[in-house]
T-cell receptor, first 110, second 114 residues
Framework: GEDVEQSLFLSVREGDSSVINCTYTDSSSTYLYWYKQEPGAGLQLLTYIFSNMDMKQDQRLTVLLNKKDKHLSLRIADTQTGDSAIYFCAESKRAQKLVFGQGTRLTINP | DTGVSQNPRHKITKRGQNVTFRCDPISEHNRLYWYRQTLGQGPEFLTY????????KSRLLSDRFSAERPKGSFSTLEIQRTEQGDSAMYLC????????????FGNGTRLTVT
């Protein structure tokens, strides 16, 4: 089946690291994605990882993939107020058709 | 790179009216996707095109919905006889073909049916 799950809310202090978790069910997914959505806007691609990798780092972002447990995480180092948004995990299907989770709303406390 | 452009940004319509949205993809992208996002949910796939051919439609796409991409460039999504349940954000995305080409999304069209 197609099911991507994320916790709905995460609150962190400014300057701390944020870790957003995601689980998926389809082991045949080839790519897994993280998108960011600010209020009233579309989805901004943050990063993606191929399913045969277990880690990818891009500046403040680190993606970890545990394919055995079908678990994906996004770590944002030194979280800033501009990181406040909803973060979506997505798995890709044939022809890049994406299945999204419900999104995790990240709130930054001063 | 001008990104994916969608018009209008907002549309308010009365129940029963027809509406049409437009999407202009990134110019060299041959795949174009439509998604729908309701409040508090992630986007859900509706349909996609490879060039001008519509290759897949979700069962979410009822008979009142039709999408076209006549010249393989911009696309339109029409909803006939709108219902209140059609109120949502309609997102367009484009990509190159190939599994390693990520989708780039536009800012969406927010539809409110009163």
């Amino acid at each position: 089946g197609e099911d991507v799950e994320q916790s709905l809310f995460l609150s962190v202090r400014e300057g701390d690291s944020s870790v957003i978790n995601c689980t998926y069910t389809d082991s045949s997914s080839t790519y897994l994605y993280w998108y960011k959505q600010e209020p009233g806007a579309g989805l901004q691609l943050l990063t993606y990882i191929f399913s045969n990798m277990d880690m990818k780092q891009d500046q403040r972002l680190t993606v970890l993939l545990n394919k055995k447990d079908k678990h994906l995480s996004l770590r944002i180092a030194d979280t800033q107020t501009g990181d406040s948004a909803i973060y979506f995990c997505a798995e890709s299907k044939r022809a890049q058709k994406l299945v999204f989770g419900q999104g995790t709303r990240l709130t930054i406390n001063p | 790179d001008t990104g994916v452009s969608q018009n209008p940004r907002h549309k308010i319509t009365k129940r029963g009216q027809n509406v049409t949205f437009r999407c202009d993809p990134i110019s060299e992208h041959n795949r174009l996707y439509w998604y729908r996002q309701t409040l508090g949910q992630g986007p859900e796939f509706l349909t996609y095109f490879q060039n001008e051919a519509q290759l897949e439609k979700s069962r979410l796409l009822s008979d009142r919905f039709s999408a076209e991409r006549p010249k393989g460039s911009f696309s339109t999504l029409e909803i006939q006889r709108t219902e209140q349940g059609d109120s949502a954000m309609y997102l367009c995305a484009s990509s190159l073909s190939g599994d390693n080409s990520p989708l780039h999304f536009g800012n969406g069209t927010r539809l409110t049916v009163t």
